[in-house]
């Protein structure tokens, strides 16, 4: 994880012992697991962005949730679809006829 994604998560950890309601709470959780995943670079610059600004908390939640919004993170939860393998192709080994 980047220096970006660690502040990102351990906030994240504060914010949800500090949160009361079970909504919050799922809140969190879903963006800690987006957060944790590899992100594009233009996302990542955004985190560090947070980090320098000392973003935290309630501030932290809404801009996380900004970020989903913009960038289409719940993609990254979603379970990939299965690809239809298609057989190998035949290959020709020797051209040459044995006589």
Known sequence: M???QTYAVQHLRLAFQKADSP???ELINLLDRIVRHPLPEAVIRELNKIRRAGVSCEPLI?????LVSRYRWTRLLEEPE???ERPEPSRIICSEALV
Do not use: M
């Open 2 to 4: 980047t220096v970006g």
């Open 23 to 25: 909504d919050d709470k």
């Open 62 to 66: 809404e801009r996380l949730h900004e």
């Open 82 to 84: 299965e690809v239809e």
